[in-house]
Nanobody
Framework: QVQLVESGGGLAQAGGSLRVSCAAS????????MGWFRQAPGKEREFVAA????????NYDESVKGRFSVSRDNAKNTVYLQINVLETEDTAIYYC???????????????????WGQGAQVTVSS
């Protein structure tokens, strides 16, 4: 069992940067592959980025490659999502998720994740 709490969302201007953090508690954090998803108003939840248990492998949706960066600090039980060159289309609730699955290094489907945070609102103004 792991509990996830996101922080660091907020209001930012287009072209700026923002970092969203996700702190985990419970079982050993390094046992979980982590993912970031987002859900904009009226849209389905979509995959953004994922990172392997060691942090050595990352995976991004094509739409955010080059602007988003996922990282983790297993000593701090925290995973991060750095968003650069913000766009108004980035406005959404950002969720972190954890999976104990070991068949792959990273996972892009929400169905692969067992644990979810409550979400952090990111709003980008033009």
């Amino acid at each position: 069992q792991v509990q996830l709490v996101e922080s660091g969302g907020g209001l930012a201007q287009a072209g700026g940067s923002l970092r969203v953090s996700c702190a985990a508690s419970g079982r050993a954090f390094s046992l979980y592959s982590m993912g970031w998803f987002r859900q904009a108003p009226g849209k389905e939840r979509e995959f953004v980025a994922a990172i392997s248990r060691s942090g050595s492998i990352t995976n991004y949706d094509e739409s955010v490659k080059g602007r988003f960066s996922v990282s983790r600090d297993n000593a701090k039980n925290t995973v991060y999502l750095q968003i650069n060159v913000l766009e108004t289309e980035d406005t959404a609730i950002y969720y972190c998720a954890a999976t104990s699955r070991v068949s792959a290094s990273t996972y892009t489907s929400p169905r692969d994740y067992q644990y979810w945070g409550q979400g952090a609102q990111v709003t980008v103004s033009s």
